[in-house]
Each structure stands twice: as C-alpha cells, then as structure tokens.
C-alpha cells in the first residue's frame, strides 16, 4: 500500500479483555516502532523491531503488553487484561532505514483504544 | 532522562501571519532533532530532520532552526494557512545505541480565518 495502515481505527474493550492492533507497515520497509500517544501528551516509544527482531521493549509498560513481527512485516500489539489506564492512540510508524539515522518515519494512522 | 520541553502550550494566529514555535532538549549525547506535524486523528508527518552539525532547514513555508550549543530549536511557519491547524511536536534522537525517539507534548496551533 501507499503507506502505513493500521486496524481497527477504533476498539473500545471492557476492562479484563484481551485487545490486538494491527499494523501493516511500508512494504519493504526495515524497521518498525510502536508508540502509546496519551490525550494531549506526544507519542511515548513502544517498542522497536528490525525486521523481524524485537530490538528494544523497553518502553513497554508492562508484561501485559506484547507485540511481534514474526515474519518481518506486519506486526501485532496485544495487550492482555486491559485497564483503564491503557486507553490512548496506538501509533505504528516504519522506516527504510535503521532506529534513529536520518531516514523517516512514516507513522500509520493510530489505533484509538478505549478501556471502559 | 531525556526530555523534549514546547512552548507555547498553544498558540492561535490569523491566517497569513507568521509565527514561531520553540523547542528546548536535554538529549545526551544528541543526534539528531525532528519536527513533525500531526493533524487532528492522523498520524504525525515529518517535516524536517536535522543534525548537530545543521543550523537551518526549510521546507516549503516552514523552516526548522538548531542550535546545539543551547540545545534549542525554533519552527518558524511563514503565512500561515487555514490548512497549517495541527499540533507540532518535536522530537530529538540520542543516537548511542538507542532506539527511542525523544517527543515533546507538542504545540497545538490554530490558524483563524
């Protein structure tokens, strides 16, 4: 596709539930990051993968997340036993290039998840 | 802990005006420093990525300054389009074997008719 999709655009979870975002990066693209982008506040980092290896988890909040790429190409968020405080815009973004060097990162639409 | 600071919070201009937003970073050791626009339920787009070793960096109607010494950075938006109504965040990179960008809370600009 022309860029970065992700799906569903919208998911509103009881809390308790199990939630997967999906996000389909830039055919071809290297890299793929995940990002938590709280109302009002800017994208906190995820998660970090080239091409199918989970580089850095360091910013997931905690075991209740989990994401991979197993085939180097779309990636998959899950969040188990959701709560409240997980409720925000899920942004996915791939680069061409490697974490961090001058190439872009194209950022996907976001996910917005909604924990009731 | 690396810290990305904006101001202003947010700003409200007339359209064909001018208007500058600034960013102060404490990243270390610095690589390179991002602005992007990010429009109402988008994503955001990028609109300059510039390194320690780049004063200046335009892009159309908008132009990116860096000053590494004061580790602060200015974007400066030239007549200012209805279209231009969007958050501006920005975001600096360590490098040193991270993989996290940096993001500021962003600048929330509103350009009236």
């Known amino acids: 596709g022309a860029g970065v999709s992700q799906s569903p655009r919208y998911k509103v979870a009881k809390r308790g539930q199990d939630v997967a975002l999906r996000c389909d990066p830039i055919?071809?693209?290297?890299?793929l990051f995940w990002y938590q982008q709280a109302l009002g506040q800017g994208p906190e980092f995820l998660t970090y993968?080239?091409?199918?290896?989970?580089?850095?988890k360091s910013g997931l909040p905690s075991d209740r997340f989990f994401a991979e790429r197993p085939e180097g190409s779309v990636s998959t968020l899950k969040i188990q036993r959701t709560q409240q405080e997980d409720s925000a815009v899920y942004l996915c973004?791939?680069?061409?290039?490697?974490?961090?060097?001058?190439?872009?990162?194209?950022f996907g639409p976001g996910t917005r998840l909604t924990v009731t | 802990k690396n810290q990305v600071e904006q101001s202003p919070q947010s700003l409200i201009i007339l359209e064909g005006k001018n208007c500058t937003l600034q960013c102060n970073y404490t990243v270390s050791p610095f690589s390179n420093l991002r602005w992007y626009k990010q429009d109402t339920g988008r994503g955001p787009v990028s609109l300059t990525i510039?390194?320690?070793?780049?004063n200046t960096k335009s892009n159309g109607r908008y132009t990116a300054t860096l000053d590494a010494d004061t580790k602060q950075s200015s974007l400066h938006i030239t007549a200012s389009q209805l279209s231009d109504s969007a958050s501006y965040i920005c975001v600096a990179y360590s490098g040193a074997g991270s993989y996290q960008l940096t993001f500021g809370k962003g600048t929330k600009l509103s350009v009236i008719p």
């Open positions: 510039m390194t320690f070793s780049e």
């Open positions: 993968f080239q091409n199918e290896a989970q580089l850095d």
């Open positions: 055919s071809g693209h290297v890299s």
């Open positions: 973004a791939s680069s061409s290039g490697l974490a961090g060097d001058m190439y872009e990162q194209y």
